[in-house]
């Protein structure tokens, strides 16, 4: 097929560029018949970015087309909670800039969901799934939606999540809100989606969107992406603003792509990456630009490469056997690729992670702490609130919130932590051992711990294992599609129903590294997506919406 082969965006930009120059009767020439255009399920940024130059079709009925297969399903997975009214005017106003020869970038015309935590200053609300922010307004757009928006993205809704991202019930289930109820999986009927952003996964693991933003204070990103057959990138904390997002921990947020593709994460984690005056945790970005994460991109990542594997942290459920045994295939794999493997690269204070109440410590207190400064800079706040205890009380007295049947136990344990706020020593002091616990006892002394003077260039694990040491101290972590569990898993469900472990269920590799070294792994995660192309080649979800971009033309 002729645009088999992935056209980069460079040379893209260059033929816009020289547009003007070209006479009008080889511009847009659509190469390819109807046919031939990718499912939706397939697309990826390069073919879409192709196509929209070639005037094979629009954005505007790129939108449409996300919008009917939204439609289609959402009523059995419930993962798009609001889609944005002013969409396909927004395509139509891209559309037209296309015409005029002005091309922003790759994601020039790209619709994408947003979890509903990342607030837009339009008609969509930002609620975190929750009624007590219904209708509330912020100041302005999020730094996020900003970026999307200046980059040329359609923002085509919000992304449904568990509520508050996953951060107020003990008893909850993954994938919950009181707005929208319970988000399931399309790889097995009423599968658990993971959390928290598990709208965004659903969402972008059926081509509801090109792809989707989540956020992760712990494995929320990583693990939803996992679960869905996705690419997650979690970007280190500070490479991507949190300025208007619905917080948990100011020390432990972040805001990052769940795509179908490697690449296709690396073009959106450069669109919104970056300094932002309003999040001063942006100020550590060691680079003075942001990188071209999709630019440089090689199937040979892995050669000379020094790949760690922390086995401690590696262990066995009754459950994962095939997540284990896919994971040392992999290992084989990365192998013959070049690599060099270091088994047995610990992290050195294992013992003490495991041990340590530090994460709670630091969560509760941010939480208090950054919730109420969320409330404070609204410019229209429904529910009169300002504080955790005004939340709490608002939670428990809303019937569609579900309470007690979904408790509140996570906001109480972080009202009974010792201090007001976030500033206290005691605070400081959880966090400080944080940093060590992830950092020089976690993922950094695991890299320093062989592999010479510059020691290892990543680590991987399968993606159970990969989220919560990284999320501690802030370090970055890219998962790719590993594995499907055999058709012969048994079905498991919990108390509520929902299935938490089924035949086809995803599941992915991570490859962990320093602090704000994204580029080498996206790097290695593309080679390794390159060479076994899990996504493409497994088995395909349950639920598939069939609605294509040829019924829009
Ligand atoms: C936002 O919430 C209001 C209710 O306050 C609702 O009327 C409106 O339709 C919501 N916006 C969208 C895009 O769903
Ligand atoms: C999707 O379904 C959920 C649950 O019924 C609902 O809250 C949400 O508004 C729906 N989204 C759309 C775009 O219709
Ligand atoms: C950001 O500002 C806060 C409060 O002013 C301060 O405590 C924190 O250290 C700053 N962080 C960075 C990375 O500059
Ligand atoms: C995976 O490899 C490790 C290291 O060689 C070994 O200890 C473990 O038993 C293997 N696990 C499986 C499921 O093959
Ligand atoms: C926090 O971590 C440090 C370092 O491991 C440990 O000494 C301390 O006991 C931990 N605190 C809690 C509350 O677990
Ligand atoms: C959740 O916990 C609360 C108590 O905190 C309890 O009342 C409620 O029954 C629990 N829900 C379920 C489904 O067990």
Redesign the pocket.
């Known amino acids: 097929m002729l645009f088999s082969k992935p056209v980069s965006f460079a040379v893209l930009a260059l033929q816009a560029l020289s547009v003007n120059a070209m006479p009008a009767a080889s511009r847009h020439v659509c190469k390819i018949s109807l046919s031939e255009i990718p499912d939706l399920i397939d697309i990826t940024i390069d073919d879409i970015t192709t196509y929209l130059y070639d005037g094979c079709f629009t954005s505007y009925q790129l939108t449409q087309a996300y919008i009917a297969r939204i439609n289609e399903v959402n009523s059995t997975l419930h993962a798009v909670l609001e889609l944005n009214p002013d969409a396909l005017s927004i395509a139509a106003s891209l559309d037209a800039e296309r015409t005029k020869g002005k091309i922003r970038g790759p994601l020039h015309g790209v619709p994408i969901l947003i979890k509903d935590n990342i607030a837009t200053l339009d008609k969509m609300n930002n609620t975190a799934g929750s009624y007590a922010l219904l209708g509330a307004v912020p100041p302005r757009d999020s730094t996020m939606a900003a970026k999307l928006r200046t980059a040329g993205a359609i923002i085509l809704g919000k992304a449904g999540l568990s509520e508050w991202a996953n951060y107020r019930s003990s008893n909850g289930t993954s994938g919950w809100s009181g707005r929208h109820g319970q988000i399931t999986n399309a790889y097995y009927p009423n599968l658990d989606p993971s959390g928290s952003s598990s709208g965004s996964g659903v969402a972008s693991s059926l081509g509801l969107s090109l792809a989707s933003l989540g956020s992760e204070t712990s494995g929320s990103i990583v693990s939803p992406s996992q679960r869905n057959n996705l690419v997650g990138i979690k970007p280190t904390v500070g490479l991507t603003s949190r300025y208007l997002v619905i917080p948990i921990s100011e020390h432990q947020d972040t805001v990052g792509p769940m795509a179908r593709t490697v690449k296709d994460a690396a073009y959106i984690l450069t669109a919104i990456a970056g300094v932002d005056p309003y999040d001063n945790y942006t100020s550590a970005i060691p680079f003075p630009a942001v990188p071209e994460y999709w630019k440089h991109l090689q199937r040979s990542s892995f050669q000379g490469a020094k790949i760690g594997i922390p086995r401690i942290a590696i262990t066995a459920s009754s459950t994962n056997g095939p997540v284990l045994t896919a994971f040392n295939a992999s290992v084989e794999i990365i192998k013959k690729l070049g690599a060099e493997i270091y088994e047995n690269a610990d992290f050195p204070?294992y013992a003490?992670?495991r041990?340590?109440?530090?994460s709670s410590?630091v969560l509760g207190l941010d939480f208090k702490t950054n919730v109420k400064q969320y409330f404070d800079q609204l410019v229209v706040n429904p529910n009169n609130l300002h504080s955790l205890q005004d939340l709490i009380d608002y939670t428990m007295s809303d019937p569609r919130e579900a309470y007690p049947d979904r408790n509140v136990n996570t906001w109480i344990a972080a009202m009974n932590q010792p201090c007001e706020d976030n500033s206290c020593k005691y605070a400081w002091?959880?966090y400080q051992?944080?940093l060590?616990?992830g950092g020089p006892?976690g993922i950094l002394g695991a890299l320093e711990s062989a592999g010479g003077d510059d020691g290892l260039d990543a680590l991987i694990m399968p993606s159970d294992f990969a989220a919560g040491i990284a999320a501690i101290a802030g370090y970055p972590v890219v998962t790719v599609p590993m594995g499907f569990y055999p058709p012969n898993t048994p079905v498991v469900r919990n108390s509520r129903g929902l299935v938490s472990n089924a035949p086809n269920q995803p599941f992915g590799l991570s490859f962990l590294g320093r602090r704000f070294d994204e580029q080498k792994l996206i790097n290695l995660a593309f080679a390794y997506e390159q060479k076994t192309k899990v996504r493409e080649k497994g088995v395909k979800p349950y639920i598939m919406p069939s609605a294509q971009i040829v019924d829009f033309m």
Not at 355 to 358: A, K, L, T
């Open positions: 204070a003490e992670f041990r340590s109440g530090n410590i002091d959880a051992a944080n060590y616990l006892g």
